[in-house]
């Protein structure tokens, strides 16, 4: 029986999420174990809270000069944010406008002679443009990546998200969105795929959804495309590799929502 | 230094005063982060102001518990993310945070500084702190620790959490005195 030594390699999993040097890779796993498993929970609270204290070894001084300018650009940022907040006095209003209207004078100007002065490095600009478009596209769907991630993860911690306890996890729901989370599903026949199903409100029959394979460890995390508010019920069974339209086999577990 | 978690609470009502306190009472912790992890002054004053400003502009971001644990967090997480970006590498290497569901552990901690954690980071064994410092300051995932120190990988992450447990023990000890 390995049961000893997986339950203390899953927590060891657990305690690395804790600290934050698990790969992108195990990542689900991790969170699945921690959703389904009080133990796990439990650890994962409990490191964490001590690993986030490790940075405070770190302080440091920060050389006058430094820390000034860092404060200076700080409390202007942060003035000029309060400041139209305020009704402005009616005393004010028109050199405030006199002022604005300068600025706004002052950088025209400045434009202008920029432009003068570049006008023999524009070729260079465009290029520079142009790679800085393909750069902001990549960065754009990273952080997409990362947002859908972090809104999972979000959701599936949130305390106001429904869980309902299946067969070996948890299915959660939060506002639209449907996750199932589940732990040590068993293996899966060769050719064989686990399939989620949904059953929309008022329909009769289940709508196939994603199909999946849990990991070694039987671990899964799987957001369903369905939305929650109109969705009856999930199911999930096993169904021959590629999915199936209708269940061909009898569901590992079917949770109705309330 | 004044309490972080009170301050937070005036910088959500936009007091400047409180914002400023707040910068004086934890801006060199930001920055001692992110320069311990990026060994870059000029990126560590960058990360440092962005982190303040985003305490300012999302006050709302930290809810409760150890604001200068939570702060340390934020700090680490932002510069690797700032590492990552100047290298060109896509940003979803890092991986997001599970949130905690109970704030009790966080509560515990409220109280505990500095030197009570380095105290206790020195009761750990090496074996057991250096995956944990490395982990922490170096932005990397427990197969790279377990590449660069020779150690098996199971190995480190049992010393990851063996020395986690002891870390926590130690400083739960300390906050029951």
Partial sequence: MNEPRDREALLDLVAAYALGVLPPAEHAHAAAAILADPDARREYDELRATANLIGLTAEEPVDSARSARMKERLLSAVRADVAPRRAPASGVRSSALFGTMLAAAAAVVFALISVIQNFGLRSDLHDAQRRVVALQAAADTDRHAIERDRTMLADLAAGDAKRYAVAYGTVVTRGANVYLALAALPPLPRGKVYQAWTLARGATAMTPSVTFAPNQAGTTLVPLAADARATAAVAVSVEPDGGSRQPTTKPTFVQPFG | ?177
């Fill in chain 2, 1 to 177: 230094m004044e309490d972080g978690a009170r301050l937070m609470e005036r910088v959500r009502a936009r007091d400047v005063d409180a914002f400023e306190r707040l910068y004086d009472g934890y801006h060199r912790l930001v920055f001692g982060i992110a320069l311990r992890i990026a060994s870059d002054a000029a990126l560590a004053e960058d990360v440092t102001q962005s982190i303040f400003l985003t305490l300012w502009s999302t006050p709302e971001a930290f809810r409760d518990g150890n604001f200068a644990a939570w702060l340390s967090r934020v700090a680490r997480n932002r510069t690797l993310d700032a590492l990552r970006s100047r290298a060109n590498r896509p940003t979803d290497d890092i991986p997001a945070d599970l949130p905690a569901e109970g704030s009790t552990e966080a509560f515990a901690f409220a109280r505990i500084d500095a030197q009570r954690v380095r105290g206790a980071l020195s009761e750990l064994t090496d074996e057991q702190r250096t995956p944990i410092e490395l982990g922490f300051f170096g932005g990397i995932t427990h197969e790279e620790i377990a590449r660069r120190t020779g150690i098996p990988l199971g190995t480190i992450k049992t010393r990851i959490r063996a020395g986690l447990r002891r870390l926590r023990a130690s400083l739960s000890e300390a906050v029951s005195r």
